[in-house]
């Protein structure tokens, strides 16, 4: 089975037709627990239980338990906050004893927010309302151990505000009377992630592949009291009018402008230059990775900012 999918909203619906829930910074998993065993699938139906052994001991209810929960694997950053960049590691890792230690120095959560199956009745036809009080249900019988139900709330607005506050990734709202469609992206379910724009300093850049000369990613750094902190590499944004206007403005240098590591991937190919050009960055924020220090989330070129200098940014 694949889950049913938010298409992208245009306006926060109001009114009592609609609910909202937290849009987390994760990984999204469908969980099948059946006689004590959970088998975890992403969105492709791939199988990804091997990564995450810290979530098979979640439902408490002891053989002869059948779920089908839909949900999002969270991990927290040093701020507190759900982070892609925290699971990333390991989502790929298939050896069990890096799996292990990965799992005891940043444990992740299963944020369960549908009930697709129980004791063998599927629940997909019944609507949104119906579906959630049955998860209620089990919550409050304590069925799900260790997996999270997180809440819901009736203000969509307000809670847009709230997640944008806080930094959290943004909402979905859903209809109440909506049934679960499987692999469908539906209207029913709408998302609105936050985007946000920040200003950052050129220190390198790469070529297209195949050629040596056209511009096609930046590498962006943040100005500090310990040197230019890499953030990452934006390629999104940069067009074919773009690429020889931004060349012309960098000056290039024979070593890296940033006080930090930059990450080896992001290294091959790159062409240094002064840290002298700012851009605007749009992006879904900074995200804290276990060793790869803070990276820009979806970063899209915005164009330059040829009314500030590096030193304003600090």
Excluded: C
């Excluded at 590499?233 to 206007?245: D, E, K, M």
């Amino acid at each position: 089975m694949r889950p049913m999918l938010a298409t992208a909203g245009t306006h926060v619906p109001g009114g009592e037709d609609w609910v909202h829930e937290v849009k987390w910074d994760g990984i999204r998993l469908l969980g099948t627990y059946v006689d004590g065993s959970l088998r975890l699938t992403t969105r492709n139906e791939n199988d990804a239980t091997l990564a995450w052994p810290e979530l098979g001991s979640g439902p408490a209810a002891g053989a002869g338990t059948d779920l089908v929960v839909d949900g999002e694997v969270i991990a927290l950053n040093d701020r507190g906050l759900p982070d892609f960049r925290v699971l990333g590691e390991r989502m790929h890792v298939r050896d069990v004893r890096k799996v292990a230690r990965l799992a005891a120095a940043r444990p992740a959560t299963y944020m369960v927010f549908d009930l697709l199956r129980v004791g063998g009745e599927d629940l997909t036809g019944l609507p949104w309302t119906e579906r959630r009080a049955r998860l209620e249900a089990l919550d409050a019988e304590g069925a799900l151990g260790g997996w999270q139900v997180p809440l819901t709330y009736d203000d969509g607005a307000l809670l847009h505000q709230a997640t944008l506050a806080q930094g959290l990734e943004g909402i979905v709202s859903k209809r109440r009377t909506a049934r679960y469609e499987p692999g469908v992206r539906s209207r029913a379910w709408l998302k609105f992630p936050h985007r946000f724009r920040a200003s950052y300093v050129i220190g390198g850049w790469r070529p297209q592949e195949g050629t040596t000369d056209r511009l096609a990613a930046l590498l962006v750094g943040e100005p500090t009291a310990q040197g230019l902190l890499y953030r990452g590499r934006v390629g999104s944004g940069i067009t074919g009018r773009h690429s020889p206007a931004l060349r012309e403005l960098l000056t290039e240098r024979a070593d890296s402008p940033f006080a930090d590591e930059v990450p080896r991937e992001d290294v091959s190919g790159t062409r240094w230059v002064e840290p002298l050009v700012v851009v605007e960055v749009e992006t879904h924020g900074v995200g804290t990775g276990l060793a790869s220090g803070a990276r820009l989330r979806q970063p899209s070129y915005q164009g330059v900012r040829t009314d500030l200098a590096p030193e304003d940014l600090s």
